[in-house]
């Protein structure tokens, strides 16, 4: 029996890939397993969002040839197209392959014998600029929920991102291919579709020409049956349109969530990240949401300590956050990233400042969602549990995405139940009480 085992650093678009990669293996004989069953091949999807991100490759392939000295090991994803020469010289690595090889990279190998200490790892790497094509993907018995690609690759150029050189410029399925992958999704008994991409609200480049639009695309979505909930993963604040918010306000399946980058609250860092908006397209937005949808979830991303950033910069967008109905933010300390037009930008913030930063944004975020969430204590909301349980506990989300958690009780996995959300404990979660479920 072959047997391989993956890891995935990074965002819900790499879940989907390294899922649809594992399909690929489980079609030609190999079981998918644990490194503690000591697997023949063993894959890692890599990230290069930041510096920490390229780090933890090195430590995860130490960690993974102590449990499974003998597996062949492949790197592959963003950091694998970016350096695979440093990921190459990696001891144990056995061959990298770049963002568009890793969905043929059993086509590459035929050899699973782990290499000599002496040999060379075999790279496949395909220059960004031959990157025109859309490669399929979506998550399947991860978690309870899919993650369904539909968009790949970016042409913004934003000043310290790394993604376009990793992925390629934008590019999209069809409505049509998208509409046909949730039928065999939907007969899995999959109850929640998360559409993930780099630039989701870019969607609709097909062979380098504008086909279609992201709001047809959910127009279309919403009109299939078998799914009951569809989540947009995050959309960038001048793709997301007055069309798109009001069309989420009153549709059947599309959740009220909404996950909003906006990286600085300052218009001067905005303009030095290259962002296409300022601030006040940012806060118009929230108030279009907030004005149909209430109760609707929003999260955030931000960048904390990018070159040029002041105290008074950075009071700035803190006092902006605070001022904002939003639910949580995701902190990000900037790190230089090679080939990016801001790791040679004057003005660099000390790491120790960065880190402060994102501390006082972290605490922030904590006291927003507990607001969010104390809003709808005595309402009631459904919620779709999840599969397994930690310590006797399952856990669940809300259309609106509030985390509950209940005892663990095998028949409500995968179910949507309806809720009275009673209490937040100390750990930051909503305690319900079960009323009914479907």
């Not at 999209?172 to 109850?191: G, H, L, R, Y």
């Not at 609250?265 to 601030?279: A, F, H, N, P, V």
């Not at 660099?348 to 922030?364: C, G, H, N, S």
């Not at 006797?392 to 995968?414: C, D, H, K, S, W």
Request: with cysteine; charged share 25%.
């Amino acid at each position: 029996m072959k047997k391989v085992a993956f890891h995935t650093l990074g965002c819900k678009l790499n879940f989907s890939e390294t899922s649809a990669i594992g399909r690929l293996f489980t079609e030609e004989g190999f079981v998918t397993v644990t490194l503690a069953q000591r697997p023949h091949v063993f894959v890692l999807n890599t990230c290069s969002v930041t510096e920490n991100a390229d780090h933890k490759c090195s430590k995860i392939v130490r960690e993974t040839l102590k449990m499974a000295p003998e597996a062949f090991v492949i790197v592959i994803g963003c950091y694998a197209q970016l350096k695979p020469e440093e990921i190459a010289a990696i001891p144990g690595v056995d061959a990298v392959f770049g963002t568009h090889e890793k969905f043929k990279l059993l086509d590459w190998i035929t050899d699973w014998n782990k290499k000599k200490s002496d040999e060379l790892a075999t790279i496949q790497i395909t220059s960004i600029k031959e990157r025109l094509t859309f490669s399929p993907a979506y998550s399947i018995g991860d978690r309870t929920r899919t993650f369904l690609k539909v968009q790949d690759g970016c042409s913004y150029a934003c000043s310290f991102c790394t993604i376009p050189l990793a992925r390629g410029p934008s590019r999209s399925a069809t409505i049509s291919e998208v509409v046909a992958q949730v039928q065999p999704i939907a007969s899995k008994n999959v109850k929640e579709i998360v559409l993930t991409g780099v630039n989701l609200g870019d969607f609709g480049i097909i062979d380098t020409k504008r086909q279609t639009n992201f709001f047809e695309l959910i127009q279309a979505l919403d009109a299939v049956d078998g799914i009951e909930r569809f989540r947009i993963s995050s959309i960038e604040p001048n793709l997301l349109n007055k069309e798109i918010i009001d069309f989420v306000a009153t549709s059947k399946r599309f959740v009220p969530h909404f996950h909003i980058p906006l990286q600085s609250g300052s218009d001067k860092i905005l303009k030095l990240m290259r962002r296409r908006y300022l601030t006040a397209r940012y806060q118009e937005r929230i108030a279009d949401i907030k004005a149909q949808m209430p109760a609707c979830c929003i999260g955030v991303d931000v960048l904390v300590g990018f070159p040029g950033e002041t105290e008074e910069d950075f009071l700035e967008t803190y006092h902006f956050l605070n001022g904002l109905a939003i639910a949580y933010i995701h902190v990000f300390p900037y790190s230089e990233r090679a080939n990016t037009k801001a790791a040679h930008m004057a003005d660099v913030v000390p790491q120790k400042e960065r880190v402060k930063r994102a501390r006082m944004l972290r605490i922030l975020s904590e006291k927003k969602l507990r607001h969010f969430y104390s809003q709808h204590l005595g309402h009631t909301a459904t919620v779709l549990f999840e599969y397994g349980a930690d310590d006797g506990v399952m856990e669940g989300f809300t259309e609106n995405y509030i985390r509950v958690q209940l005892p663990y009780q095998e028949a409500l996995a995968n179910r949507l139940c309806k809720v009275l959300l009673k209490e937040i404990n100390a750990e930051g979660v909503v305690i319900p009480e079960l009323v009914a479920f479907t």
